[in-house]
């Protein structure tokens, strides 16, 4: 009669299950997530383990990746820094850092007139999906007295002057700025500029987008469905604290 294998106990299983598990949250740096957050709270650990009720030992242990974590220890930890289950599992995104030379900016005229009052190069042209433009801008002095057409757009504006004289007409009054101030504005409010000296005036001028309510009250997204899988693996793999 043939030797038949003998069955296989809970505590193999997970022994079988553990390698690829650890190489799982390695692969994810769970542990580097998890000191992120806290670190960005100003947490020690010890603290994190009174929200947790997990020990800072074991948190450490974490921490560094001695210890696979089971997804009731990972649900608490996410809790006390507001975030998804799905946050330690989801691709982490690439740092955003983008040089642009000034090689590479286009010098581009006011637009919509014959004789334009300033130029400006876009400092991130080249960033997507940016909250912010930041510009280099000249004013150059005005030929003849004529009246500047003022504009809006959503957000709030930001000019510092970095030489030259500059007037800003901002609803219905107008403020002088000499090199070296600034100015922080709502652009929702009909605003112009005008050269007030005998020189071109130069600024840096950021304009922030503004969060429209819709998009505010957006629901967070939910794991999807591959999150939901790579959840149940180290589920299966769950040892402990």
Known sequence: MENQPEPST????????????????????????????????????????????????????????????????????????????????????HALFRVHRRTERVRLPQSGVEDPSYYFESLAYMVPDRQLDPYYAEFVPSKKVAEVRPHVHPGYEFLYLLHGELEIRHGERTHALEAGDSVYFDAGTPHAYRCSGVVPAVAIIVTMHQMTPQLAALPRPVASASVAKTTAAVSGAETGS
């Open 10 to 93: 809970p505590h193999d299983e997970m022994a079988s299950q553990s390698p690829s598990a650890e190489a799982f949250i390695a692969e994810k740096r769970i542990g580097e997530r998890i000191r992120r957050l806290r670190l960005k709270r100003s947490m020690g650990l010890v603290e994190l383990g009174r929200h947790t009720g997990l020990s800072a030992s074991f948190l450490s242990q974490l921490e560094t990746g001695r210890v696979v974590p089971t997804l009731r220890n990972l649900a608490r930890i996410a809790m006390v820094f507001g975030r998804d289950l799905s946050y330690f599992f989801e691709p982490e995104p």
